[in-house]
């Protein structure tokens, strides 16, 4: 079945780690994104790819960092930097960057203690 | 700058009526897509639709309909017998055409559907 998954579904670690959310697809697409959603809120982006080894700064870029090695993987490091870390993370990914449907993954809730 | 506005935080109906979710944007641009998302109590997004700014068509698939209204940049989405499993989050987004950039999805703040039995 083709598709995205996020693992893991729910993830706990104390203030001052580094975490990993880790996101693969099967989908063959070219464009991946990351999105944050905050209780009661709609999704903001946080990175984006539109190619393999490519990637660029969405709207809340600061705390995080993404790598894009291979066209399925798009894992995305939640840094110590991040004041607010406790979130739902979203991935997502598209055939094309543009304006073409994104399909997400399930998601993947992060608590920092 | 574009913007998604969703007025409605919340709406609450008994199953089998009729609802409709309102979805106001604003852009700058005369190509532009427009999308609906509907988030379950799982958390995975799952998309609805995708209209582009071409066509001002109405557009029904099964119990959905879509009502797109270019003069008020309005892009409202009815369900009609509501049913329980109509219970989630809908996101309306608009995303503009603009080449050689990432296609960057602006969402609404959400509006919560509960259907009661």
């Known amino acids: 079945d083709g598709g995205i998954t996020q693992s893991p579904k729910y993830l706990f670690r104390k203030e001052g780690q580094n975490v990993t959310l880790s996101c693969e697809q099967n989908?063959?697409?070219?464009?991946m994104y990351w999105y944050r959603q905050d209780p009661g809120q709609g999704l903001r982006l946080i990175y984006y790819?539109?190619?393999?080894?490519?990637?660029q700064k969405g709207d809340i870029a600061e705390g995080y960092s993404v790598s894009r090695e291979k066209k399925e993987s798009f894992p995305l490091t939640v840094t110590s930097a991040q004041k607010n870390p406790t979130a739902f993370y979203l991935c997502a990914s598209s055939i094309a960057s543009g304006s073409y449907e994104q399909y997400f993954g399930p998601g993947t809730r992060l608590t920092v203690t | 700058a574009q913007k998604v506005t969703q007025a409605q935080t919340e709406i609450s109906v008994v199953e089998k009526e009729d609802v409709t979710l309102d979805c106001v944007y604003e852009t700058r641009d005369t190509t532009y897509y427009l999308f609906w998302y509907k988030q379950p109590p799982s958390g995975e997004l799952v998309f609805l639709i995708r209209r582009n700014s071409f066509d001002e068509q109405n557009e029904i698939s099964g119990r959905y309909s879509w009502n797109f209204q270019k003069s008020t940049s309005s892009f409202n989405f009815t369900i009609t017998a509501s049913q329980v499993v109509d219970s989630a989050v809908y996101f309306c987004?608009?995303?503009?055409?603009?080449?050689?950039?990432?296609?960057?999805?602006?969402f609404g703040q959400g509006t919560e559907l509960s259907v009661k039995p």
């Open positions: 987004a608009l995303s503009e055409r603009v080449y050689n950039q990432g296609g960057k999805l602006i």
């Open positions: 989908l063959n697409h070219d464009a």
């Open positions: 790819s539109q190619i393999v080894n490519d990637f």
